[in-house]
């Protein structure tokens, strides 16, 4: 039997975003007010308005994406605290199991700790033939860690996550696990936000990269998972998480059937943020919801 570890340090404070909790909540604080971002402060709400499935993110330093996550943020604070945010990352490091679920334990940023629904992370690896509970993906990969700190700026230590990262990012992968997570909510009762994390085409000119991850965007917000994978291969769009993409677009239509809706918040590349145009990496903020 394996042992996991009582607290999943962070693999990449001082390096993705500060170290120092100030300068971190500060450096969150900019990603708002930036002229990227939504412009301003979120107000959170204290009542759950249970308006999106979830939403997609980009996972780079917050100095180059965090304007572009801001937009997901801002609209999170205004729905307010679910209990557990299901997490879903690419497999940066090829380490662990090829659909890693994290089992149970702590996630430590410099804003504190959350705890792992490991109730529903167990639930969820029953309901899927693709699904294991293993650590070892979620050592060193910073895809979901990066948006730790931005949801605890908004709600603190109080709500609950899933980590999930993927190794084998393809339709019929997305489509268990969406099943699995719909068929696990329901039968927890939980109240869930899925969070997938991906960038976009990464290291090509801006406007050869806004080109390509606009053609895909366009199938995302189509629902169209059969398309969005096709694009992406056809056109080398070099998304590095579609997987939780397709996961999050398949659970979105399981929820609302022919009312599921995706509508893209932002999209810039880290030129718009570094000045840097020539090699850029993109960035979007999409959000699911019910018609």
């Given at each position: ?79 307010g605290m679910p209990e ?98 719909y068929d696990s909510v ?37 629902l169209d998972t059969e ?65």
């Amino acid at each position: 039997m394996e042992i996991y570890p009582d607290v999943r340090g962070p693999a990449v404070s001082g390096y993705f975003y500060p170290a120092d909790p100030s300068d971190l909540k500060k450096l969150i604080e900019e990603s708002f007010l930036h002229h990227i971002g939504p412009g301003r402060i979120p107000s959170v709400s204290s009542v759950r308005n249970k308006l999106s499935t979830g939403f997609v993110v980009p996972h780079a330093g917050y100095i180059y994406s965090g304007p572009v996550a801001a937009h997901t943020y801002y609209y999170l604070a205004m729905e307010g605290m679910p209990e557990t945010f299901i997490i879903i990352g690419p497999n940066h490091t090829g380490y662990g199991a090829l659909v890693s679920v994290y089992p149970q334990g702590l996630w430590e940023t410099p804003l504190g700790q959350v705890e792992v629904d490991a109730e529903l992370a167990r639930t969820i690896i029953n309901n899927s033939n693709y699904a294991e509970l293993d650590v070892h993906a979620h050592i060193d990969e910073h895809s979901i860690e990066v948006q730790i700190p931005f949801l605890q700026y908004l709600f603190g230590n109080k709500f609950k996550i899933v980590p999930i990262v993927l190794a084998l990012q393809t339709p019929d992968v997305a489509r268990d696990l969406a099943k699995a997570i719909y068929d696990s909510v329901a039968h927890l009762g939980r109240d869930i936000v899925v969070i997938a994390s991906s960038d976009f085409t990464h290291y090509e000119p801006h406007e050869v990269a806004m080109k390509k991850d606009l053609e895909a965007i366009k199938k995302i917000e189509e629902l169209d998972t059969e398309g969005f994978y096709n694009t992406i291969r056809e056109l080398n769009v070099t998304a590095c998480g579609p997987g939780g993409i397709m996961v999050l677009m398949e659970y979105t239509k399981l929820v609302y059937g022919d009312k599921a809706r995706a509508k893209l918040l932002k999209y810039a590349t880290s030129g718009d943020t570094s000045g840097d145009k020539s090699a850029v990496v993109g960035y979007a903020s999409i959000r699911f919801y019910r018609e």
